[in-house]
Structure formats: C-alpha cells, structure tokens
C-alpha cells in the first residue's frame, strides 16, 4: 500500500509516522509513505497557497493550483484521491477495510483553513469526515485513516488481533484483564481464570453485546447475531423496559 499525503505542516505527519504501528510498517516495507508540501507547488511569492474569497467572508481559503498541482504530481491511474472534509462521508472501520482491500495507492489532501475553492472538488474522489465537529486542518483525520487502514493490511499486526477488535462483528470489544487478580476488592470474572475455553467465548460473546447495548445501541445488526445472542438481547431489552 502505498500513501501520499498533501499537506500544509508535514511536520505534523512526519511526528506520528516515526512511532508505533506505522513506524514498523514502514520498517517492515508494508507500506511506503511520501509526504508532500502543498506549498511547493504555488507560483505565488511567500509560499502563498490560500486567499481571501470572492463575495466577503471570513478567513482564507485554499487556491485551486497548488492543490491541483499537488495532486497531478503524485496521482497515478490507480491512485483514489480522499480529501478530508467536514462535509464528508463519516469515516468509519467498514470503509478501513474497504479502502484496505480496493486500492494500492491513496492520496489524502488534508483540507485547511477556512476551506477550499470549491473546483478542487473536481479533482477529488471522494471526501472524508471523521466526525461532525470541525478542526483546524485535516492532519488529524489524515492520519487517523493512515492508522486505521494500515493496521489492517496483511502483516502489519497479527489477525487474529484486529479481528477481535470493536466494530468488527458490528459489537464493542469484550472486557480484557490482566494482573493483579485481586485489585482494590475488584476481581477478575471467574470464568476467565477457568481455563475453559468454550465457557471463557461464551462469555466474551455475550460481553460483547452487554457492551454494545449498554454503550452503542445503534450499532446492534440483529442478523449478524446467534440464537444465544438473540435470547440474551431481548431479555436486555426487558430488563430495561424496552419494547
């Protein structure tokens, strides 16, 4: 997999990549990563890359140019070019792995500043939201899917480890514990020191719908659920009063 990301601060990405996941992928040549500037595709004097926009407004906003000239620079036939955006599709683990097993090459154009000219637009695949607040560039949401697809990736981290993890089956992660067995008079389930292991997934199974009603409702797909879940969401539903 292979990522170029358009950016204001490079600084910024340069940071995050040098640790953690990403740093071994990229170790590991599990992905390759470019950084490029923005600001050394403008024409203008200062590296100037936004201005004021036509009609009155507050703030500055990013010129087509530099942008298009950005892109054109680094995009290939095969490339999917993402800008990150408030007005985007929300991000979210189903679209992760999807971009993970579609697409070799990805370029996210981090967005800034008061906005973009809106002819970018037509140089952009598809545009990306991480949630319905705004931020002061698109850095952050950047890197967020940079972690989240390369995590993924076959190699990177072991399988079975992101396979368990929240949001794959559609539920939250089951509760973890580790030492000491006995914390402040809180103690670890029984169940998981029983070394059966029937038992021990059958309780993960159901801890992980608890979770999931208690904590993100909405995430629940009855179809994606097994007769013993089933049973055990409507007796949640009953003992909360819910029809």
């Known amino acids: 997999m292979k990522y170029s990301i358009l950016t204001l601060f490079p600084n910024i990405i340069k940071s995050y990549i040098s640790e953690s996941i990403i740093k071994k992928a990229l170790e590991r040549e599990k992905i390759e990563l470019e950084i490029i500037d923005i600001r050394d595709f403008t024409k203008l004097p200062h590296n100037q890359v936004d201005e004021y926009q036509f009609g009155g407004g507050r703030g500055m906003v990013l010129m087509c140019d530099p942008v298009v000239s950005a892109i054109e620079s680094v995009k290939t036939e095969n ?84 396979e368990q993890e929240s949001f794959e089956n559609n539920l939250l992660d089951y509760p973890v514990y580790t030492k000491p067995h006995d914390y402040r008079g809180d103690k670890v389930p029984e169940v998981l020191l029983s070394g059966h292991h029937a038992n021990i997934q059958k309780w993960r199974d159901e801890q992980q719908l608890i979770s999931t009603f208690n904590k993100r409702p909405d995430l629940i797909d009855e179809s994606k659920l097994n007769k013993i879940q089933i049973q055990l969401l409507e007796n949640l539903r009953k003992s909360k009063g819910d029809k």
């Open 79 to 162: 490339s999917i070019v993402v800008l990150t955006s408030p007005q985007g599709k929300t991000w979210n683990q189903n679209i992760a792995k999807s971009f993970a097993t579609q697409y070799n090459h990805i370029i996210i154009v981090c967005g800034h500043y008061e906005g973009f000219d809106e002819r970018i637009l037509k140089y952009i695949d598809v545009e990306i939201s991480i949630g319905d607040y705004v931020l002061t560039g698109g850095e952050l949401p950047s890197l967020i899917m940079l972690d989240s697809i390369t995590r993924i990736l076959p190699g990177v981290i072991n399988t079975e480890s992101h």
